[in-house]
């Protein structure tokens, strides 16, 4: 099984860069995901990781430290338009035939 | 390019009524897959298919549920008979294999009385 744990909520301004933190337990790892998912609207993939490290997309960054079960998503230069859902999800090896377990996601709320 | 196409969009029915959700995939993608989200139960996968046949329905929650999938380019997910606490947001995926990306229909909003 996967246990998947992120912050329920959490509230940053305009301009600042706000970190989004994600633990995982799993028994297969082939990945760890991103999506944004805002208010009535469908999961949107943001970054993906596999191997350690950081992966940058402008003003994303995703990092992932797999002994440790970590990952966090990065959001620099906040703007409005990112008060949203940010779910992390793991993706099971070939075994458990590649499907995303998410976790509950983190309400993101940016004020002026 | 179309994305993931779902309907109906919204859906509102009476318990014990049958219910039927639609989805198409990306074209080319070869696995699809079905998804609830719910506040308290956060998103959670009831099946999915690889090239047509179902692979893990392990997340189908009783034998209320079915899913088919007839050909690559449609699938269904049935509720028979509906109850109150079917009521969610069905999302369909497609992937253009097992470890790419998913992408995510709009969802239909399912609202059982």
């Known amino acids: 099984g996967q246990n998947i744990d992120q912050p329920t909520e959490m509230t940053a301004t305009e301009g600042a860069i706000v970190q989004i933190n994600c633990t995982y337990q799993?028994?297969?790892?082939?990945?760890l995901f991103w999506y944004q998912q805002h208010a009535g609207e469908a999961p949107t993939f943001l970054s993906y990781n596999v191997l350690d490290g950081l992966e940058e997309k402008g003003r994303f960054s995703s990092f992932l430290s797999r002994s440790k079960g970590y990952s966090y998503l990065l959001l620099k230069e906040l703007q409005m338009k990112d008060s949203a859902s940010y779910l992390c999800a793991v993706r099971g090896n070939s075994n458990s035939g590649y499907a995303l377990n998410f976790g509950k996601g983190t309400s993101l709320l940016v004020t002026p | 390019d179309a994305g993931v196409i779902q309907s109906p969009r919204h859906e509102v029915t009476e318990m014990g009524q049958e219910v039927t959700l639609r989805c198409k995939p990306i074209?080319?993608?070869?696995?699809l897959f079905w998804y609830r989200q719910t506040m308290m139960r956060g998103l959670e996968l009831l099946i999915y298919?690889?090239?047509?046949?179902?692979?893990?329905d392990s997340g189908m929650p009783e034998d209320r549920f079915s899913a088919k999938m007839p050909n690559a380019s449609f699938s269904t997910l049935k509720i028979q008979p509906s109850e109150p606490r079917d009521s969610a947001v069905y999302f369909c995926?497609?992937?253009?294999?097992?470890?790419?990306?998913?992408?995510f229909g709009p969802g239909t909003r399912l609202t059982v009385l």
């Open positions: 799993t028994s297969g790892f082939n990945g």
């Open positions: 298919f690889n090239n047509n046949v179902p692979i893990d």
């Open positions: 074209s080319g993608h070869d696995y």
């Open positions: 995926a497609s992937s253009e294999t097992g470890p790419d990306t998913q992408y």
